[in-house]
């Protein structure tokens, strides 16, 4: 069973792209007594190198990112109010009413907008859009809020972690379980030796997985990840893309990267092997860090696995214990076949 | 006031489940009134002299809007329908608390930002929550007709502000509650009946059948208004922080409303007023128009981002509230009998 405590600690640990801290600070402290040798890297990457009961003739890296998706102070508003953007991807449906903790002391604040008995018909059916909205702290005016609030603060979702009945209700999923998974296999003891690396920024482009596998420098690469899930009732078939509770999610193609084949085959393989639930993406959808990996310096074969998440880059998103602990299994598995071939 | 709020805000009682809320109106008020409810699930405290001529009803609506289960499919997503004025741009990917046999986490569906734009077209007839759990586990938990209730924590801003579902108008009724309070040892020259009234986001149903019931003197009705925000246009809101907005309007009682504002005025409150040309948009209208008629008049806890999960009232306005209609009861109202 993975640690779901760390999965709790990690995922209400706050970060945005760009002010992982937080989240760097909790890995570190809990990898040190296990790894051989970690560094933090001028872009903010933590990386690690793990021995193992062999060494390899490949160099293997794993890699997951630590940043999520949230948003940034752009401006303070005379009314004392906070203007902002997004960093990452979130869409518009998601942003309207949510509470938001502000900065690194953690000031609340909600997302507010004009209530919905003023508006006229059209605009109640619309969500409305970021640059209409703005953040309330309870501030009289622009210069109480300014005490409080600068222009470049992080401001990241205030939203409940649940774990219950075998699935997980939390923001940051995506990718918290990547690092949990990580983390877990430093933990634990190794087949062979391997590179892990805790990257930064990848909601705005993938830009730490491309400094840290330059540094590193692999033969081959496994991205641990969590993956848009729409199995919702009204997405059919291809559009559903993957399913929660079906397991692990082996990607052959998403937007950024085709994977290599050998290597999809081969974590499919360990998945029957292990007698554990794998699946593909029905659409080319999505991206990661293997975009970034594979295509650094002269190419590394790269694999994705992935669980499959609803709700993804929300305040809420939804997967279940199943798949996740499918994706742990594929994971150690496939990284030891790698090696072996 | 602040720990008052805390209770009421957390708890259900979404528009027709109001005694969901007894318990919570029961403890509050120990030592201080008498609890009751009746036909439409209002919850009624009465305090003062029960025999005296002059009877003042002070009105809060307890009810919250919320969802109402309709359907569960064969892959445990639960169809939801709103009741109340469910604002539809605070549902997308939100979590709620699905109020059945046993309460369970789950979120409003939406598609994710990798495969839409988020702009889909908003519709009451397209909810549907998701608990994770299969539809067996959900049958087993969930009945078509349990509440939903968007998931919400008590959170405090600067300058004693307070963001939480529910305040429309759990705050009022916190007014109430607060105000029964400071009467406590007061002998009363009325007899005064708090009424957390039923079915306000629906119908006004407990406004009209409570009215008629008690067939009060004169009736004070404490909702929540409009906040200066961005947006909201300056004559429809009051500041957060004014004290209160006190209502004028052709419905309302000149006589109550003038007490209103001359209590306010002693307690050197710089309330901001709202003026109808109708109806008040609150219980008032049907109060006033209940039996043979009630005096009535309204004042209004500014609010902002009224009716979604993150509502704004500030604590010192709900305070000073509960002082002048404290004031106004113990003075026998606005006339005597």
């Known amino acids: 069973m993975l640690d779901y405590e760390l999965l709790k600690k990690l995922c209400t640990a706050d970060g945005i792209s760009g002010n992982e801290d937080e989240v760097r600070n909790i890995i570190i402290s809990e990898i040190t007594p296990f790894a051989d040798s970690v560094t933090v890297d001028n872009s903010g990457n933590v990386i690690v190198f793990k021995k193992g009961k062999k060494t390899p003739d490949k160099k293997l890296l794993i890699s997951a990112h630590m940043d999520e998706v949230g948003f940034i102070v752009t401006y303070i508003n005379p009314d004392g109010t906070l203007k902002f953007e997004t960093v990452g991807g979130i869409n518009d449906s998601a942003v309207f009413a949510k509470s938001l903790k502000i900065g690194k002391s953690k000031l609340r604040g909600v997302v507010s907008s004009k209530p919905v008995h003023l508006l006229k018909a059209d605009e109640k059916k619309k969500c409305p859009s970021v640059g209409s909205l703005c953040v309330d702290i309870g501030a009289k005016d622009k210069e109480e809020a300014e005490k409080y609030v600068s222009p470049g603060d992080m401001m990241t979702f205030d939203s409940p972690y649940e774990n219950k009945n075998g699935r997980v209700i939390s923001k940051a999923i995506d990718d918290r379980f990547g690092c949990l998974v990580l983390i877990e296999m430093i933990k634990s003891e190794l087949e062979y030796d391997m590179y892990f690396s805790f990257t930064v920024q990848e909601e705005i482009g993938l830009r730490g997985a491309r400094t840290a596998a330059f540094s590193i420098s692999p033969d081959c690469a496994i991205v641990v990840e969590a993956t848009t899930a729409s199995d919702v009732p009204f997405a059919e078939n291809e559009k559903r893309v993957c399913l929660v509770g079906s397991g692990a999610v082996i990607s052959f193609m998403d937007r950024a990267t085709i994977y290599d084949k050998e290597y999809y085959k081969l974590a499919m393989d360990c998945a029957e092997k292990l007698g554990v639930k794998a699946q593909t993406k029905t659409m080319i959808a999505g991206g990661n860090d293997a975009g970034a990996i594979h295509s650094s310096r002269g190419g590394v074969r790269t694999l994705a696995v992935s669980v499959p998440c609803r709700y993804i880059h929300s305040s809420d998103s939804l997967a279940v214990a199943e798949d996740m602990e499918a994706v742990y299994a594929v994971v150690r598995a496939t990284a030891k076949r790698i090696l072996e071939i | ?337």
């Not at chain 2, 705050?171 to 009946?193: F, H, Q």
């Open chain 2, 1 to 337: 006031m602040k720990e008052i709020l805390k209770k009421l805000c957390i708890e259900k009682g979404v528009s027709g489940n109001e005694t969901e809320m007894l318990n919570a109106v029961q403890e509050l008020l120990d030592g201080i009134a008498e609890v009751e409810t009746d036909n439409s699930g209002n919850i009624i405290a009465v305090m003062g002299d029960k025999n005296a001529d002059k009877h003042i009803m002070l009105d809060a609506h307890i009810d919250r809007i919320g969802l109402v289960v309709t359907y569960i499919n064969d892959e445990g997503f639960i169809k939801a329908e709103p009741v109340g004025g469910i604002d539809l741009r605070t549902l997308p990917s939100s979590a709620v608390r699905i109020l059945g046999r046993e309460e369970i986490l789950g979120v409003v569906c939406t598609v994710p930002p990798h495969l839409s734009k988020g702009d889909e077209e908003l519709s009451r007839d397209s909810i549907w929550v998701d608990t994770g759990l299969p539809a067996e586990k959900v049958r087993e938990l969930v009945s078509l007709g349990d509440s939903i209730i968007l998931y919400s924590e008590f959170k405090e801003l600067l300058n004693n502000n307070i963001a939480v579902s529910a305040l429309d108008n759990r705050s009022g009724c916190a007014v109430l509650i607060r105000c029964a309070e400071l009467l406590k040892n007061e002998k009363l020259p009325c007899r005064v009946s708090f009424v957390f009234s039923s079915q306000e986001e629906t119908s006004e149903l407990g406004a009209g059948t409570s009215a008629f019931r008690l067939r009060p003197y004169e009736a004070v009705v404490v909702d929540v208004g409009f906040a200066k925000q961005s947006g909201v246009p300056d004559e429809k809101s009051g500041r957060i922080g004014c004290g209160g907005i006190i209502s004028i309007s052709p419905v309302l009682s000149k006589q109550v409303t003038n007490r209103i504002i001359e209590i306010s005025k002693r307690l050197s409150m710089e309330c901001d007023y709202e003026v109808c040309g109708g109806g008040t948009g609150t219980n008032a209208d049907k109060i006033s128009a209940s039996g043979c008629g009630v005096r009535t008049g309204v004042i209004s806890i500014p609010s902002k981002n009224m009716h979604t999960q993150t509502e704004i009232v500030s604590l010192e306005d709900m305070e000073k509230i509960s002082e002048l209609l404290s004031i106004y009861v113990k003075e026998g109202g606005a006339e005597n009998a």
